[in-house]
């Protein structure tokens, strides 16, 4: 543990605060809407990044809710448990009455007098938190942060004033923080629907001639996965594109996956410099998204859910068409795909019919000349924000590091340290027999 500023000790979270168990219950017991008698139940899915959700909540009988597990103003709900680790050690403050629990994957850290809540609540979202416990509750199947993970976590304790100066400080910082990533949201929403607006522009234009994609274009699609054939030793073995590598307006080539075929689908399917590539299914807003192969990757074909378009006058600009399908086409395919429960998708035929505009060849690569520094000046500014949002983060990271290491207020010598309230509520605590800390659903 490093030295600390003056007036500071160090501690645990289990001197400073009590830990209480969620309420226990069985799936019948529970209901999913209010109903006399019963209460709402906060779950681990309702702990946001700073706010508590009460939507999705359940519901449990009053009776099963003990006194102290009833939420109280200052209260930090608590994911301890979760399938996911990033969801464990998420915390929130309740910061107003609330009349309703907590269920057994939470639990809650009430503050004692020593430490102010919000300070409490703060301390908890640091880096140094969340990794320690991260590293402590990874499990197999389920992640759990335990009783004694929570309790001796080592806590950098001021003076109670400080505390109140520190928590001041960092709510204005980071509320400042907050507006500038606010303004880039904005921004960079705003950015997007001056790119699709302005790509739309560029294929708005009057006298030109229209036709169908499959009059300029040879449509293929690609090959089906067979598990059972992929031993068969005549095969030959190839990277294949699937959809998550066809994005629209690039193609991700971080992870190719490779298949075995005969030698004749790969004849038949192999991608050549030029080929436009656009995906049959998934989302209904990702029909036909697509982008240009430039050849990346020797051998490649592509798999059935991704249809390739080769277009029969090699004149023509590839990216004029892809750009085509993902700016004005892409209300089309939504219009003309088909939905089913959890998929949409367009078919070979369905393809062959998206309306395209056939301008002169010359004309295509002006206009596409023009998209690529449309597209460069959007690309810069995205960048920009986005450079700006992880320096926002991390300004964000570092106040909180230096708000509990003592350097960013002041300390102020005439103030009682730290250990001595914390001595004198000890005292009290262990005077009282009566605590409710007797509970077993308390630990402190």
Same mark, same amino acid.
């Given at each position: 543990? =490093?030295?600390?500023?003056?007036g500071? @000790?160090w501690t645990?979270l289990?001197?400073?605060s009590e830990?209480i168990?969620?309420v $226990?219950f069985?799936k019948e017991?529970a209901?999913?809407s @209010?109903?006399?008698?019963y209460?709402?139940?906060?779950?681990?899915?309702? /702990?946001s990044t700073?706010?508590?959700?009460?939507e *999705?909540l359940?519901?449990?009988? *009053?009776?099963m809710i003990?006194?102290?597990?009833?939420?109280?103003?200052n209260?930090?709900?608590?994911?301890a448990? =979760?399938?996911?680790?990033?969801?464990v050690?998420?915390?929130?403050?309740?910061?107003?009455?609330?009349?309703?629990?907590f269920g057994a994957?939470?639990s809650?850290?009430?503050?004692n007098?020593? /430490?102010?809540p919000?300070?409490l609540?703060w301390f908890?979202k640091?880096?140094? #938190?969340r990794?320690?416990?991260?590293e402590?509750?990874k499990? $197999?199947n389920?992640?759990?942060?335990?009783r004694?993970h929570i309790? !001796?976590?080592?806590?950098?304790?001021?003076p109670?004033e400080?505390?109140r100066?520190i928590v001041d400080?960092?709510?204005?910082?980071?509320?400042?923080?907050?507006?500038?990533?606010?303004s880039?949201?904005?921004? $960079?929403?705003?950015?997007?629907?001056?790119?699709? $607006?302005?790509?739309?522009?560029?294929f708005d234009?009057?006298?030109?001639?229209?036709?169908?994609l499959?009059?300029?274009?040879?449509?293929?699609?690609?090959v089906?996965?067979?598990?059972k054939k992929?031993s068969?030793?005549? %095969?030959v073995e190839?990277?294949?594109?699937?959809?998550?590598?066809?994005?629209?307006?690039?193609? *991700? !080539?971080?992870?190719?996956?490779?298949i075995?075929?005969?030698?004749?689908?790969?004849d038949a399917l192999?991608l050549?410099?030029g *080929?436009?590539?656009?995906?049959?299914?998934?989302d209904?807003?990702?029909?036909?998204?697509?982008?240009?192969?430039?050849?990346?990757?020797?051998n490649? /074909?592509?798999?059935n859910? @991704?249809?390739r378009?080769?277009l029969?006058?090699?004149?023509?600009?590839?990216?004029? %068409?892809?750009?085509?399908?993902?700016?004005w086409g892409?209300s089309w395919?939504?219009?003309?795909?088909?939905?089913?429960?959890?998929?949409? =998708?367009?078919? !070979?035929?369905?393809?062959?019919?998206l309306?395209?505009?056939?301008?002169s060849?010359?004309?295509?690569?002006?206009? #596409?000349?023009e998209?690529?520094?449309?597209t460069?000046?959007?690309?810069s500014?995205?960048q920009s924000?986005?450079r700006?949002?992880?320096?926002?983060?991390s300004l964000?990271?570092?106040i909180?590091a230096?708000a509990?290491?003592?350097?960013?207020? &002041?300390?102020d &010598?005439?103030e009682e340290p730290?250990g @001595?309230?914390?001595?004198r /509520?000890?005292?009290?605590?262990?005077?009282?027999?009566? =605590?409710?800390g007797?509970?077993?659903? #308390?630990?402190?």
């Open positions: 543990m =490093s030295d600390l500023a003056q500071w @000790v645990t289990g001197d400073a830990l168990r969620g $226990t069985k017991q209901r999913s @209010v109903a006399p008698g209460s709402p139940v906060l779950r681990a899915g309702n /702990i700073s706010l508590l959700l009460d *999705d359940i519901y449990v009988p *009053d009776e003990h006194p102290v597990q009833w939420l109280s103003p209260d930090i709900v608590l994911a448990s =979760s399938g996911s680790i990033k969801v050690g998420k915390s929130a403050a309740l910061k107003s009455s609330w009349r309703g629990s994957f939470c809650v850290v009430r503050p007098a020593a /430490i102010e919000r300070f609540g908890l640091s880096d140094p #938190v990794n320690r416990w991260s402590m509750a499990g $197999t389920i992640n759990n942060l335990k004694d309790l !001796l976590t080592p806590l950098p304790l001021p109670i400080e505390q100066r400080a960092i709510e204005e910082h980071l509320t400042r923080i907050d507006a500038a990533v606010d880039m949201r904005r921004a $960079t929403a705003q950015i997007g629907r001056f790119r699709q $607006t302005s790509f739309d522009q560029l234009q009057t006298g030109w001639k229209w036709t169908t499959g009059e300029i274009a040879e449509i293929k699609g690609g089906t996965k067979d598990a992929q068969n030793p005549k %095969f190839v990277p294949y594109l699937r959809v998550a590598n066809v994005q629209r307006g690039h193609l *991700d !080539l971080n992870e190719v996956t490779k075995r075929v005969p030698p004749a689908t790969l192999r050549v410099v *080929d436009i590539l656009l995906n049959e299914g998934g209904r807003d990702k029909l036909g998204r697509g982008w240009v192969w430039e050849g990346q990757v020797e490649c /074909i592509h798999q859910h @991704v249809f378009a080769r029969r006058d090699p004149g023509m600009n590839p990216r004029f %068409f892809s750009t085509h399908a993902n700016t892409r395919f939504e219009t003309n795909g088909k939905q089913t429960t959890n998929l949409a =998708s367009i078919s !070979l035929s369905t393809l062959k019919m309306p395209v505009p056939i301008p060849n010359e004309e295509q690569a002006l206009v #596409v000349a998209l690529e520094r449309r460069s000046v959007v690309d500014l995205l924000l986005e700006g949002s992880r320096e926002a983060e964000r990271r570092s909180l230096m509990f290491s003592g350097r960013l207020v &002041p300390q &010598p005439e730290a @001595v309230l914390l001595e /509520i000890r005292a009290e605590r262990d005077s009282s027999p009566t =605590s409710r007797n509970s077993k659903l #308390v630990a402190s």
